[in-house]
């Protein structure tokens, strides 16, 4: 099945499906005192309560699936997977091929704040010059991609991305990615170096080193800073063998509860953005709220977390032993309450490190976090990638 145009348009059924599980909610008694706020054993029952009620009373769905739909879309089967695109074409008489790779619990819309200014530079007082044809897939598993085989990973995300690529009409591309979008583009950048422009991560998955490994002592003192801000605890990934060894069994609960399945995706974006413990100064309840509704409307929560599976689960094969193993020119986006720091010169040895940005704020959640910073990254980055293609086209 070739790409055909998209557009969401949930069942009505759906969402009274929905709403009647929302309203018939069982609520669990709270380990803390009643009334207690403070987060100590997971998501406040109080703000979850505030949240839900907002979802029933206020929330208007159709309005966020407008908003999506703005955008054009392609949807169909790409090696046997079912994939799902956002692709705004750029301005200008030259924008440059981009993919944008989400993580978990993320979607392809926490990219929605960028999409425009990355295309249309001219409508926020840019150059035309760095405008980019912006094509945003869902995960395989998320959302609008499903898997229709097992093992589809990261590792294997990367071979689908060149594919999706080409059958949007793009040989040469850049890439872009967080969280587990940024080992999609990792391998991008190790496998396919000859059809990538250039990689740029906000996390840095710097896929041939042990990132477990690295210690304070390994920080220059210009940046042991940032490895102070990490926060090191078990807290930041008890998601994490979960997902790996038991998706399915987390799925049955969470799909059948969407009160569950806000809880376990709202700590997730409490913990790792930026917020000082206030969720809301990062998102607000709409965006919070249509992140929970595209895994709970598509039922794909299962496939979302599989990709954990299938991604962590297994050994990294690594498609050649050249060095860097990412070879393609790199930028990494150092935001300060990222989960994970590395040091430069680490970056320098197991990438072709171009570029390095230390930001002031901002967490996890860049895109949705930070967009004008991230976009304006993006741009200087690939500045200097573009004279290059040009050269290369021209030869």
Request: some cysteine; overall charge negative.
């Amino acid at each position: 099945m070739a790409l055909e145009p998209f557009h969401v348009n949930i069942d009505a059924t759906r969402l009274e499906l929905l709403h009647t599980r929302l309203r018939s909610t069982v609520w669990a008694d709270e380990l803390g005192d009643p009334g207690d706020d403070d987060w100590r054993y997971g998501v406040s029952g109080p703000y979850l309560r505030e949240l839900v009620a907002y979802w029933l009373e206020e929330y208007d769905w159709r309005a966020q699936e407008a908003a999506i739909n703005r955008w054009p879309q392609v949807r169909g089967e790409v090696d046997g997977v079912t994939l799902h695109a956002v692709h705004e074409r750029g301005s200008g008489p030259d924008p440059l091929p981009l993919i944008l790779t989400h993580g978990w619990p993320w979607t392809f819309w926490d990219f929605a704040a960028m999409i425009e200014p990355l295309a249309h530079p001219e409508r926020f007082g840019g150059d035309p010059a760095d405008a980019f044809d912006v094509v945003v897939p869902s995960l395989p598993g998320s959302v609008f991609s499903s898997p229709s085989r097992a093992g589809i990973g990261w590792q294997a995300t990367a071979g689908l991305w060149v594919r999706l690529m080409d059958e949007l009409g793009y040989r040469r591309f850049g890439a872009h990615g967080g969280d587990s979008g940024a080992f999609v583009t990792a391998q991008l950048a190790h496998e396919f170096a000859d059809q990538v422009v250039g990689a740029h991560l906000t996390f840095p998955a710097l896929i041939g080193a042990d990132l477990t490994a690295i210690t304070r002592a390994d920080f220059e003192p210009d940046e042991v800073d940032f490895f102070d801000l990490q926060d090191l605890t078990p807290r930041n990934s008890t998601h994490f063998l979960t997902h790996i060894f038991e998706p399915q069994t987390l799925t049955w609960a969470m799909q059948d509860s969407p009160v569950g399945l806000a809880a376990w995706m709202l700590q997730r974006r409490r913990a790792w953005s930026h917020c000082g413990g206030d969720v809301e100064r990062r998102f607000s309840k709409d965006e919070l709220i249509t992140g929970f509704a595209l895994y709970w409307l598509t039922g794909s929560f299962g496939g979302s977390v599989r990709f954990y599976a299938d991604s962590f689960g297994v050994p990294w094969t690594p498609a050649h032993d050249r060095r860097p193993p990412l070879e393609a020119p790199t930028g990494i986006a150092v935001f300060p309450h990222e989960l994970a720091h590395v040091p430069r010169r680490l970056a320098e040895r197991e990438a072709n490190l171009v570029h390095w940005t230390r930001m002031e704020t901002g967490g996890h959640f860049a895109p949705s976090e930070e967009p004008e910073l991230l976009v304006e990254d993006l741009r200087a980055f690939f500045r200097p990638l573009r004279a290059g293609r040009r050269r290369e086209v021209a030869g």
